[in-house]
């Protein structure tokens, strides 16, 4: 019997030479990709889940855009960055690929386009794709601390209903600077585009300051994301949120319509949604656990880096990677293999996240003392051979 698919699904699904590799040797001793932190060792207080079991979450509660005392938690944690958000304009989904999903609806007929920055992570694509939408790259400049390309995204075309920008950037951990943030927004604003801001990482910044939140823009329709996910180093939680800002008559349009398609599918779990505020303040002490690990692993990174002149850690502002340039003097898949099978050792290659070129590898701040500072050792050793 044949059956035809959609196209929003890729036609080749067979996993590539590294993760055969993978496969194929198990689990390497020395794992610098983990992203998932309740497997790094990180500690998490005893009693954080307690709340989950609140008799209350036994009676159904169907609010579409979110239980209100969940969404006014949601609030209360972007007072920690300074900005004031009525919990009306909050709207929760189970994780930051649904919020996606929600705004690409919202935003897009099948398909217009949304702007995403390169590099970066390299699920927009995917996400848009099962949407039946764009994803059209800008680029940011490695030159200038991977700053945007406001000329590259101005010159975009008619099709744009949306850009995209990560703050701080994965993997390359860039901030999008102040000015860069309210000409962006005066941009979307002149454009009719919306202004989607992940700040998943927003809390994790090496060098402890605070960071201006999207979600105080008000010129632009402005979707701004977080979750539990990387706020509390809770993935398994599903919980993420959508806070909607910008002028006031855009904003009821859109939570009207985000309230239609969040109502259609119903996705976050009552248990969750009423355990929030405890865990918000439960597991505080997580979210200063993990940001004290990838400090620490950063700066021993850094110093390990100085004895080897030809590997360089680049900067950053913030989140859970770090990048290193490396000499391309064979091709980041052949040194990722050969890092894997020769040196049992796990990294991601540039080209995973779009690179402008060769000679970059991406490195996982969340593992263990031993497991980070090993692995490491091993990629210089590495580099310093094939030189």
Not at 8 to 37: K, Q, W, Y
Request: hydrophobic share 45%; net charge negative; aromatic share 8%.
């Amino acid at each position: 019997m044949s059956v035809r698919f959609s196209r929003r699904v890729p036609a080749d699904l067979r996993p590539n030479r590294i993760s055969e590799t993978l496969a194929r040797l198990g689990a390497p001793p020395f794992d610098l990709t983990a992203s998932n932190p309740t497997a790094c060792g990180i500690p998490y207080p005893d009693g954080l889940l307690a709340a989950l079991a609140d008799p209350a979450a036994l009676r159904y509660r169907p609010d579409p855009r979110g239980v209100r005392s969940a969404r006014a938690a949601v609030a209360g944690e972007y007072r920690r960055h300074g900005v004031t958000l009525d919990p009306d304009r909050i709207v929760l989904t189970a994780s930051t690929s649904e919020a996606y999903a929600f705004i690409f609806k919202l935003l897009c007929e099948p398909g217009e386009t949304v702007l995403t920055p390169l590099p970066s992570y390299p699920l927009f694509e995917h996400l848009a794709r099962v949407e039946g939408v764009g994803a059209q790259a800008y680029h940011l400049e490695p030159e200038a601390g991977w700053r945007l390309d406001l000329g590259e995204i101005a010159a975009a075309g008619d099709d744009v209903r949306g850009v995209v920008v990560v703050h701080p950037n994965n993997p390359t951990g860039s901030l999008v600077p102040a000015a860069d943030a309210r000409e962006l927004a005066r941009l979307c604003q002149r454009r009719g585009w919306a202004l989607i801001a992940d700040e998943v990482f927003l809390d994790y910044l090496f060098d402890g300051s605070g960071a201006t939140s999207f979600a105080a823009s008000a010129d632009a329709l402005t979707f701004t994301l977080g979750g539990l996910s990387k706020s509390l180093g809770l993935p398994q939680l599903k919980l993420a949120w959508i806070a909607v800002g910008g002028p006031d008559d855009a904003v009821g349009a859109a939570l009207a319509r985000l309230e239609f398609i969040a109502d259609t599918f119903l996705s976050v779990a009552t248990p969750v949604q009423l355990a929030l505020p405890a865990l918000l303040r439960t597991g505080a002490g997580v979210r200063d656990a993990i940001a004290a690990r990838c400090r620490a692993n950063l700066s021993r990174l850094r110093a390990a880096a100085r004895g080897c002149p030809a590997v360089s850690v680049l900067p950053a502002d913030g989140g859970w990677s770090a990048v290193l340039r490396v000499p391309a003097v064979i091709g980041e898949e052949e040194l990722v293999l050969t890092l894997l099978a020769e040196d049992g050792v796990a990294v991601q290659p540039g080209f995973f996240f779009d690179f402008p070129r060769d000679g970059y590898l991406v490195l996982s701040l969340l593992p263990a003392e031993e497991v980070f500072d090993g692995g490491i050792a091993r990629v210089l050793a590495r580099v310093l051979r094939l030189l």
